[in-house]
């Protein structure tokens, strides 16, 4: 009988499976393989050797590890702020810091457009680095707040000077924090896009917009297949680093309560504290820049299709079509996400070395679309999904599709670490008191991790809704996004469309900074990872 | 006999945590499983529940073997050591919980159960807020509220501090009393022990060495590690003639039959007197109510006790007297 029971659990495990790794294989892995073999079977060589593909891919490198740099110099001080700071305010800074983060890389491109009219490489570098300062000072704030004093104090108290404390006691104990974040952040610069394209220009090519280039405007698809797997090589490496500086956090410390280690600040201290204020007074001023050029002639004009028809539907239409294309994406995502971290967790929770591996392949190949580039992906589905029936590439469905796999890496990242910190114990007091399993995941798991799965939501909605690598290449002209017609406004010169543009991106921007106040507001950041 | 065990073995990996254990529990009985920490009575317990794998053995109640029965079917109650109350749920929602899973609804039995663990009107408190014999308490209740078969308490006054240990302590043994409650306790605490079971199973590396009355295997562990647990610091032979033991020690009245008997000394078998053995003080604790002394004999050096107000201290020479009431006899009979 217990045998039987065992059987049931396994087969309710491998239903469970179906859907994350069905949806991970047929919308991941198949198109990007594609685009693999695609790479190797023709352009690859001649890619390899010319000299082009090496310069473009110096770049990426190049401006992704500046940005990093900065993103983490500019994180720390407000990681600080977050963690060990108890002002009136510090509430406030962990909703606002995470802004920057989630508005659509089109904004952010253009808001930057708005403050350096040229462009050029030092807006790309800092335009990058105010995408990711959120997760910098996320990540680390959420080791950092559940640091041990002690050890710092215990420096102190030895004769080690503040500085010379944190230095050696405190950076120490971040490092996996750090390195964890940063990989992640160097990830999302290389693979950036919007921001790229909108103000690279001509000039400052990345690997990620060569290839959109390439596909879009040359049709060159073989040489854009090389790209990708240049791209997919270099990511993969990135992200390995970034797990294994996870894992080695997952086992550091055991959460302690945040209030226990913030305090008010004092002395040298004051100093971190205004360096977190000028780091967010810089991350606001492209965002304040770009509102104040946002009309009412702007919305007006949203009702029309810009200079000549420069749209094929109204800027509303557009609007209209994001929300519901972000709502397709979310729900699709969270399907996913959630069955995944279910997956995973009781996965981890079972007896046994193949389980365990199996979960941390699982966890593994889950973040693998955080890296892989939206564009490849879009890409990827242009030349592989034409083979499923009812032909997905001109569904509704299929922008949706593209933009869960972008989301899912977060939502699983958000819920699964909550899952995971259910104590064992509470599940088995369930069951003592005669919950069967599927009924503890319903009476404890689910009431616990609820909060985070609500944030998760509303964060996979945003970032959704400012999707723009794998949207610009999948959305028909006829069924834009707002991110995808804002590109459009602006690659047409016209006064009308400039104003239109701005209007657009202060509407996501205010989408967006509701979005993450609700989410804040749940508290459930708190545990995530983002 | 309502559960029993036979040869109960649980592993993991190579480790053996518990090896080949068999015991029994009747009905209304309360049998408490004591040892040091890491003995492996934890896992036994969690065996019993179900929530560990048996590598061999097995485990009936009533005479049904309960291998196919998974967790939530056994109707066995588990309270841990540090309550695992549901922290989503007020302290009503918590007790009710596994009222809920057999479908009964009843407040009334909520509102009984808390009058009965001393939380009168806690129902809408929010179980965060408990102090932490409070929450003992609200687990407790938590625990009885399905009336389960049987109780199994995984060390549950362990987390407390000592004022608070005892009061429950002895709410706890009442409760368990008055409504012959069937249960398992687990507990590095001998005192703990003594107050709340019948008998007492001695849990040293994986296996039950001895299970017998309170007061038996006190008086007479089976071996010397039982009696080490039991505070046992001394081991000597003697002799047993007409109702008295003579060892080197000196003589005391204890009741075992004649012939040669291995003596195990706790601190309070050997006394501070005014004749004895002689010795040299080598150090001195002050206990709650007396003097520990370690003494220097022309035997060997060993622990006794002294009145709180004695006054000795390192280097004095003084005489030491056999006490009956701290003597065990060590040995199967």
Known sequence: MAHAARQLNRAGLGLLALAPVGFLAVFFAWPVVAILRRGFRAGLLTSLTDDETWRLAGFTVGQAAASTVLAVLAGMPVAYVLARVRLPGAGLVRTLVLVPFVLPTVVVGLAFRA????????????????????????????????????????????????WRAFRSVTLPALLPAITSSAAVVFLFCATSFGVVLILGGARYRTLETEIYLRTENLL???????LSLVQITAVLAALAVGALARGRRETASRLRARVETARRPSGGEWWVVGAAAAVLGLLFTPVVALLLRASPAGFRALSGTGNNGTLQVSGWAAAMNSLRTATDATLLALIIGISASVLVATLRRAPGRVSHGLAETMDGALMLPLGVSAVTIGFGYLITLDALPGDLRTSPLLVPLAQALVIIPMVVRMVLPVLRSV???LRQAAATLGASPPRVWREVDLPLSLRSVVAAAGFGYVVALGEFGATSFLARPQAPTLPVAIASLIARPGALNNQMAYAACAMLMLVTVAAVAVIDRLGAGRIGEF | MALSVHGVTVRYGQFTAVREVGMEIADGEVLALLGPSGSGKSTLLRAIAGLERLAAGSVRWDGAD???????RRGFGLMFQDGQLFPHHDVAGNISFGLRMRGVKAPERVRGLLELVGLSGYEGRRVTELSGGEAQRVALARALAPEPRLLLLDEPLSDLDAGMREQLAVDLAEVLRNAKITALLVTHDQEEAFTLADRVAVVLAGEIRQVGGVREVWRHPVDEPVAAFFGVTTFLDGTASGGVVRCDLGEAPLEVPDGRVRLGLRPAALRLSAHGVPGEVVSRVHRRDHLRLRARTSLSTVDAVAPVDAEVGPGDSVHLALDPGGIAVVGRR
Do not use: K
């Open chain 2, 66 to 72: 309960l291998a196919g029965v998974p967790v939530h």
């Open chain 1, 220 to 226: 060159d698809l073989t040489g854009a297949a090389a």
């Open chain 1, 115 to 162: 403050l350096w009219p040229d462009g050029g490489l030092a807006a790309i570098v800092l335009a990058n680095a105010f995408f990711n300062v959120a997760v910098v000072a996320r990540t680390v704030a959420g080791l950092w707040a559940h640091l041990d004093v002690r050890a710092e104090e215990a420096a102190r108290a030895l004769g080690a000077s503040w």
């Open chain 1, 423 to 425: 104590d064992e114990r």
